[in-house]
């Protein structure tokens, strides 16, 4: 009986071989059917001469360490044992190929491709990494590509070989851990602490070979190969590949280099440098422009790190400016910042950062020891300052044209003024929801809800520029002041110009969908495109760009919902700076008592999340550069399912246990909803696609109607009730002002929500079909929920300590509230708009949030312009 008639006898009831897939020199692959989940596995039976040497319970216990690794790119596992003396695990069976076999069929890949797996396989590495887990054996035979997607497999394998009782004999039988082309110095020499930086040097072979078509080290046996990792250097990449960009070539010769002190001190870092074109291997800042084959000294304490940064930043703006005065030099050059060991980057919501128009200082939202506030810094400072009088501030700071003064949006959605050396904060104008501020010479523009207004910098009655019917979007003034360019809403944003006089708006052409960003300053347009910079020629009179936009800079990091109003980067004539891309967001479970624990992280961002009626699943949007879709992830199982193929999935809520409402893109200036089962047994069923629709919220107690957002020029965010057949829908709420954040009670008889009309948000509850509205909330309100229960409901509000979850107990006969107490911090978590950006479980007993973590720097490109040069 061979192997493959033993596991199916063995096996009977659990798994079904269909075939052999191949054999590795570890293992022989098999497809086999989940008899229990009624689907395709991937069945992997160690080899038996392995098996024997390492002890096959021995091994299966330390594998089953690596099933609780739950992350978009690493290939989970579902089960492992011992069945006919035969030693197995089984993962999810991917349809596509290897990284290998696309390499055997193309040789070499495009830069792009490249460049996106190799930073895909690091996101996964990082997170292993930080949960005590060394792959130790990546090479493309490891790396799946499934929809476009890079996944990791066999993670832990070789982990679980090494720690089992004979793992140290397999040297002495001519096995290995590891590949000898991908193997880094320290596990060549036998060293027995592997640390992940032997994982960022095979990522790095990896990456060399997509590029070139073969790893940097050849030769015509084992011995060879590590004779040459020991005591050679990798060939220069663009020597070889004169299309490989300097900060590529320079971000994988700091991986591979020989000592692991001398690589990056993380797989994240590596990711990082690849999205940066400024990155040489020069140093710790590794911003100076061109490219640099000298390797990176060993990673200092972050004290050390921290204060020469400082230094750098100082003497690189002092030559910068020298430099610009005696030689009239004007290449690029970059600086790092970090904000300080007290306080760190917080706005979490909105813009954190902006330059002066001079170019010299440097402002943004931080949180410190006193709550968050304003912080400036000189650019040629070693510290930053707090500005007193700004622990109200949430985001979007603004410099006044002469650089003396400040706007912020504050924590109450009102439009602050303070100067920058502190004092009383002004009220510039109660905008209720206000975002993208900007201190032009007319005055102050911002944008609410209800359109784009223009307020005196002293207080007043604000001015209304244009109503263009979108919820807050970014706007900016041309000079002159006549014509305002803006971002519309919808399934993608496109650039729009809005003559003030007349209020006619005008597409601009030439520019793409989906900008998230917008700025404009010296004949150039500059705008975002997912976490990329772009600039483009543009002539402000005649609103037209001229010739293809540009590339500035890669990894720059988009706000908590990846919206319009999320700009993380500012731009003056000569000076830019933005904020790195974040390197994790992570979706947790929180106590009553706020004792958090991390169940799932994401290189991209999470939204949204939204428990099953069981309790055992949580749907949730995955955003990355690739676009956004819905996933599930499983409690029991620990797995994240993608449930979306369409363009821009987002925002499901549960019909029943197996099928989610979500919204999509319809076409370019409508969103659908639809449904569809999260096992994917049915085709997705279409409910409505109209042009003012937005993302469902709830479900009414029969299941026969949607609650759902839409977004009129007149109404700004109002409610709908839309049919399940979508053949009726009709407007529930339709005020004037923005009603948002619909949480309807389990008995579906009351509606909370989220209301601006006092000025401010606040929480207010009232019957589904009308009738008195109670206010609930009494400082600011935002992202009401209804405890299972129906008679708790919990929001958030914003203090100058924080924010904090309120849970308020309310009375319906008749309607009040008994009592308000606070839960505990939610700073670190992210909010959303129009709807919460958490959930409670149906046992009321723990909730999900989603908390970014923020890389902590800023960087600044002086003389950015330069980087347009031949291009």
């Avoid at 590795?24 to 001469?49: I, N, Q, W």
């Avoid at 493309?140 to 009782?165: K, M, T, W, Y």
């Avoid at 499901?652 to 909803?673: E, Q, V």
């Avoid at 670190?828 to 479980?841: C, F, L, T, V």
Wanted: net charge negative.
């Amino acid at each position: 009986m061979n192997e493959s008639d033993r596991l199916t006898a063995a096996l009977e009831g659990r798994y079904t071989i269909e075939r052999e897939l191949g054999a590795g020199g570890m293992a022989t692959v098999y497809l086999a059917h989940d008899v229990r989940h009624d689907r395709k596995v991937a069945l992997k039976v160690l080899r038996p001469e392995l098996a024997a040497i390492l002890g096959g319970e021995r091994f299966l216990k330390e594998i089953r360490t690596t099933a609780n690794l739950q992350h978009p790119h690493i290939l989970s596992l579902f089960d492992s044992g011992e069945a006919d003396g035969l030693v197995f695990y089984v993962m999810p069976y991917v349809e596509g190929e290897s990284l290998r076999d696309r390499l055997m069929r193309e040789k070499q890949l495009p830069v792009e491709d490249a460049v996106r797996i190799t930073r895909e396989v690091a996101s996964a590495l990082d997170y292993a990494h930080r949960h005590g887990v060394v792959h130790r054996d990546i090479k493309p035979e490891n790396i799946l590509l499934h929809e476009g997607q890079a996944l990791v497999a066999d993670f832990g394998i070789a982990l679980a070989a090494s720690r089992s009782e004979g793992g140290t004999r397999m040297t002495e039988t001519g096995m290995s851990l590891g590949t000898p082309h991908y193997m880094s110095p320290e596990q060549a020499m036998g060293e027995r602490e592997i640390t992940p930086k032997a994982d960022v040097y095979a990522l790095g072979c990896v990456l060399y070979e997509m590029l070139t078509g073969e790893p940097p080290f050849t030769g015509p046996t084992a011995q060879a190969i590590v004779a040459r990792v020991m005591t050679e250097e990798p060939r220069s990449l663009t020597l070889q590949r004169r299309t490989v960009p300097p900060n590529v070539e320079a971000a994988a010769m700091t991986a591979l280099a020989k000592l692991p002190a001398d690589r990056f001190g993380s797989a994240a870092q590596f990711a990082e440098a690849l999205g940066n074109p400024s990155f040489t291997a020069a140093g710790p800042a590794r911003m100076a422009t061109g490219p640099s084959r000298t390797a990176a000294r060993a990673r200092p304490s972050p004290a050390q790190l921290a204060a020469a940064i400082g230094v750098l930043a100082v003497l690189a703006a002092g030559a910068f400016l020298a430099g610009r005065r005696v030689s009239g030099d004007r290449s690029p050059l970059a600086m790092q910042i970090v904000p300080g060991p007290d306080h760190r980057l917080g706005a979490p919501y909105g813009s954190n950062i902006a330059l002066s128009q001079d170019g010299r200082t440097l402002l943004y939202v931080a949180q410190g020891p006193s709550g968050r506030q304003l912080y400036v810094r000189p650019l040629g400072s070693f510290t930053s300052a707090p500005i007193a009088g700004t622990q109200n501030v949430w985001s979007d700071p603004a410099f006044s044209p002469d650089g003396r003064s400040v706007v912020y949006s504050g924590a109450d959605g009102g439009v602050y003024r303070v100067s920058v050396t502190g004092g009383q904060a002004m009220l510039v104008n109660a905008a209720g929801i206000c975002c993208t501020l900007a201190w032009t010479e007319s005055g102050v523009l911002f944008s609410t809800l209800q359109g784009i207004q223009l307020a005196p910098p002293s207080g007043g009655t604000p001015r209304a520029l244009g109503r263009i019917g979108l919820p807050g979007p970014t706007a900016i003034a041309l000079p002159g002041g006549k014509t305002l360019l803006y971002l519309t809403s919808g399934s993608t944003h496109h650039v729009e110009a809005l003559d003030v006089a007349s209020g006619r708006s005008t597409r601009i052409e030439g520019l793409p969908d989906g900008v998230d960003d917008l700025a404009w300053t010296d004949g150039y347009l500059l705008f975002q495109v997912g976490t990329t910079l772009e600039a483009v020629s543009f002539d402000a009179r005649g609103l037209r760009s001229h010739g293809e936009p540009v590339t500035l800079v890669a990894g720059v990091r988009l706000g908590a919902s990846g919206g319009v109003r999320e700009s993380q980067s500012s731009v003056t004539g000569t000076d830019l700076a933005f904020v790195p891309a974040s390197g994790i967001n992570r979706l947790a479970l929180v106590d009553r008592d706020g004792r958090e624990t991390v169940i799932a992280d994401t290189s991209g961002s999470f939204h949204r999340p939204r428990f099953s009626p069981d309790g055992r699943r949580i749907s949730v949007d995955i955003t990355r550069e690739q676009g956004r879709d819905v996933w599930v992830y499983d409690l029991d199982q620990r797995t994240m399912s993608r449930i979306t193929f369409q363009v821009n999935g987002h925002d499901a809520i549960w019909a029943d246990g197996r099928t989610l409402i979500y919204a999509a893109s319809a076409s370019d200036s409508s969103l659908g909803m639809y449904s569809r089962h999260i096992d994917g047994s049915a085709e997705v069923d279409t409910i409505l696609e109209a042009p003012l629709l937005d993302a469902p919220e709830a479900l009414t107690r029969d299941g026969q109607e949607v609650l759902a957002y839409s977004q009129t020029p007149t109404t700004a965010v109002d409610a709908w009730m839309v049919a399940r057949t979508g053949r009726a829908h009709r407007v529930l709420m339709g005020a004037p002002y923005s009603e948002s954040h619909l949480s309807l009670s389990r008995d579906g008889r009351w509606l909370a929500f989220q209301s601006d009309e006092s000025g401010r948000p606040e929480v207010y509850v009232r019957a589904l079909e009308g009738g008195p509205r109670l206010q609930v909330s009494t400082a600011g309100g935002h992202e009401p929920l209804w405890a299972p229960n129906g008679g708790e409901l919990f929001y958030r509000t914003q203090s100058d300590k924080g924010a904090r979850l309120i849970s308020a107990r309310v009375s319906f006969a008749p309607l009040r509230v008994m009592a308000r107490d606070t839960l505990f911090a939610i700073t670190d978590y992210e909010e959303a708009d129009p709807h919460s950006n958490y959930d409670i479980s149906p046992d009321g007993r723990r909730f999900v949030f989603i908390r970014q973590e923020m890389p902590n720097e800023i960087r600044v490109i002086r003389n950015w312009k330069a980087l347009l040069k031949g291009r």
